[in-house]
């Protein structure tokens, strides 16, 4: 899908985010049959005007989750426009043929996309969040790259001259001069540098009998169990269910209703109910 399907909108001053706001609160909100009508269109057609009506009617959910990621002192309009990312990722991978709401698969891709971003920017936000810190960071990167490591007098000095407590200043000599170091070691990393990734510290318990006899036992219970629900199927229905929720190769629904002579909505309403009579019979079991 192409990146320009949201709203045209240069997020980069007040008055545009104001008006980017008014036109995402103005997109209509989809009904669910018109939304499965426009997933098809695209699904089945690659219908970009589709895509975007389905793009501009969920931006107000990207606004929103943008929202809940303010406290990491990064811009608003940022976080919309990863979000908005997330969003497109979420259109092009949605499938119609599934009982769910867009607004529901969408969320997490949304998210997704935005921690993502936070992440990048963890470095930035954690050194300076504040008017002050970030003023008192450029002035403390002018400093140290004439003096280093600054004595008593100049912390005291620059102090002075920044309205701020001493400790203030110290703390901010500390962030800078700290690393970030990536969870797990470098591949290209000697042994003398490999100790420091977190990573290194932590107890493999990949390996522990009580784990992996664990693991095999839920694995094999979990596959008994939908074993057993798939015969509680009709051999249509075990068929669509297994070619469409454990193939890799997962074939469209109107591929399904070509090989069996009935509609794509026929074949939809065979797999759901399929779906909550194994769900059933799995909840039974447990």
């Known amino acids: 899908m192409p990146q320009s399907l949201p709203v045209a909108i240069d997020l980069s ?27 098809l269109r695209y699904h089945n057609e690659g219908d970009l ?3 975007r009506e389905l793009v501009m009617s969920h931006l107000r959910y990207v606004v929103k989750v943008a929202r809940g990621f303010m406290g990491y002192g990064l811009p608003l309009t940022d976080l919309i426009q990863e979000g908005s990312i997330g969003l497109m990722k979420a259109v092009k991978r949605f499938d119609p043929g599934r009982d769910v709401r867009l607004v529901s698969f969408a969320v997490h891709w949304i998210r997704a996309e935005i921690y993502d971003y936070v992440l990048r920017n ?10 002050a810190q970030r003023k008192l960071f450029f002035n403390l990167r002018k400093s140290r790259a004439r003096l280093g490591w600054m004595n008593n007098e100049e912390v005291s000095q620059l102090a002075k001259d920044l309205d701020v407590e001493t400790k203030t200043v110290r703390e901010m000599e500390s962030r800078l001069s700290s690393t970030d170091v990536a ?10 540098e490999r100790y420091l990734a977190p990573s290194q510290h932590l107890g493999d318990s990949r390996y522990d009998p009580e784990v992996v006899v664990s ?10 169990q939908l074993a057993s629900a798939l015969t509680e199927l009709d051999e249509r229905s075990k068929d669509i269910v ?10 469209t629904l109107h591929k399904l209703a070509d090989e069996y002579g009935v509609s794509a909505e026929r074949i ?5 109910r399929a779906m909550e009579k194994m769900k059933k019979v799995i909840s039974i079991q447990v």
């Open 13 to 39: 001053t007040g008055d545009n985010l104001t008006t980017y706001m008014r036109a995402v609160n103005a997109a209509p909100i989809l009904s669910a049959e018109r939304e499965r009508e426009l997933a």
């Open 49 to 51: 005007e589709a895509a």
């Open 122 to 131: 963890w470095r930035m936000v954690k050194v300076a969040t504040t008017k």
């Open 183 to 192: 969870f797990d070691a470098m591949v290209d990393q000697d042994d003398d």
């Open 215 to 224: 693991g095999n036992e839920q694995t094999s219970e979990r596959s008994q």
């Open 242 to 251: 297994t070619r469409r929720w454990l193939s890799d190769d997962k074939p």
């Open 268 to 272: 939809r309403q065979i797999e759901k």
